[in-house]
Structure formats: structure tokens, C-alpha cells
């Protein structure tokens, strides 16, 4: 069974009244200082007949299982992440019949202003 078809089976068995066809589905993570901190939000809604509903259940993003189901994921859309210094969040995100990633690499930059050798007289 493919990974979508593995993700819309884990959504479904927690979120009974979801739909393929109308539900959307959202989980965001993050993580940063040289290590995942963790899937932080699931969302599962739907839209039918103009009516949006915030569908009831529980998937729980952060067990073992389900973490590296969904770091499969991420890796097999070959969105890019980097999880040292300030990091990476993202989002899993399912709507509309597709199955996407997105996610906001930080780049950190360090630099140092070093005296001039008029200032280290100065201070002589």
C-alpha cells in the first residue's frame, strides 16, 4: 500500500466521519537546536454542502509509529528540512485529493566585528 494510501487509512481510523473526497487535513511540525521537537498541531475539517466542520478524533503525530510514518512522508515529497540551530517547520498537509509537504528552512548567520588597529591603540 502506498504512503497516501497508509496516511488516508491512519486518518480515517481516527477520525471516523473523515472523507477523502471533502476532509482536508493539516499537521505541522518543527524543530530546531539540533534535534525534531515534534508534529505540534493535527487539524482534520471538512466542507460539505458550504458547511466547514472540525471533525472529532484523536491521531496522535508523536508516537514512535507514527512519527517515522510521517518523517516517510516528508522525505518521499523531498521537500528539504534541517533541523540544527534554528531549524525547520512545516506542514503535512492532505486536501483536495493530494498529499503535500511545505516547508521554511532558517539559515543562520554569524559574524563578528573585530577591532580596527585604531581602536586597539585607543584602548592602549
Not at 89 to 106: A, F, H, K, N, P
Request: aromatic share 14%; charged share 35%; proline share 2%.
Amino acid at each position: 500500500m502506498g504512503l497516501k494510501k497508509q496516511f488516508l487509512a491512519k486518518i480515517k481510523e481516527s477520525y471516523p466521519e473523515f472523507d477523502p473526497e471533502t476532509s482536508s487535513v493539516e499537521i505541522e511540525f518543527c524543530g530546531g537546536g539540533d534535534n525534531f521537537d515534534s508534529f505540534t498541531y493535527v487539524s482534520v475539517s471538512d466542507y460539505k454542502d458550504g458547511k466547514y466542520k472540525e471533525l472529532e478524533g484523536n491521531f496522535d503525530a508523536n508516537t514512535d509509529e507514527n512519527t517515522d510514518f510521517l518523517f516517510e512522508i516528508v522525505d518521499a515529497t523531498g521537500v528539504s528540512y534541517n533541523f540544527n540551530n534554528a531549524g525547520t517547520t512545516g506542514r503535512i498537509r492532505y486536501e483536495d485529493g493530494e498529499l503535500t509537504c511545505e516547508t521554511m528552512v532558517s539559515d543562520e548567520y554569524w559574524g563578528e566585528l573585530e577591532e580596527d588597529e585604531d581602536e586597539e591603540e585607543e584602548t592602549k
